[in-house]
Nanobody
Framework: QVQLVESGGGLVQAGDSLRLSCEAS????MGWFRQAPGKDREFVAA????????SYADSVKGRFTISTDNAKNTVYLRMNSLKPEDTAVYYC???????????????????WGQGTQVTVSS
């Protein structure tokens, strides 16, 4: 059983930055997804189990950075230049099946965090 504990959401203004954290109970392929009201859950970023491979949604590329502290089994999502359209509940997810590489598909992740709200005001 993989446990994921998220933190770091909040209310910020457009242009501000936030850092989300997700502490896992081991090392896995880790991803961040988000879901806005009335919309489907969408991929944001992922980092491979080893930490040497990352992938991003086009909408956040250049603004968001995913990283990991393997010693702490913690993955971070640094979000810069936030926009109102970034407002959503952000979910951390882990995949125990992927040993190499990343995935942007929710179906590939078998454990999910509780979600943390990020609200960006204009």
């Amino acid at each position: 059983q993989v446990q994921l504990v998220e933190s770091g959401g909040g209310l910020v203004q457009a242009g501000d930055s936030l850092r989300l954290s997700c502490e896992a109970s081991g090392r896995y392929l880790m991803g961040w997804f988000r879901q806005a009201p009335g919309k489907d859950r969408e991929f944001v970023a992922a980092i491979s189990r080893s930490g040497d491979s990352t992938s991003y949604a086009d909408s956040v590329k250049g603004r968001f950075t995913i990283s990991t502290d393997n010693a702490k089994n913690t993955v971070y999502l640094r979000m810069n230049s936030l926009k109102p359209e970034d407002t959503a509940v952000y979910y951390c997810a882990a995949s125990t099946a992927f040993v190499f590489g990343t995935s942007r598909y929710p179906i590939d992740y078998n454990y999910w965090g509780q979600g943390t709200q990020v609200t960006v005001s204009s």
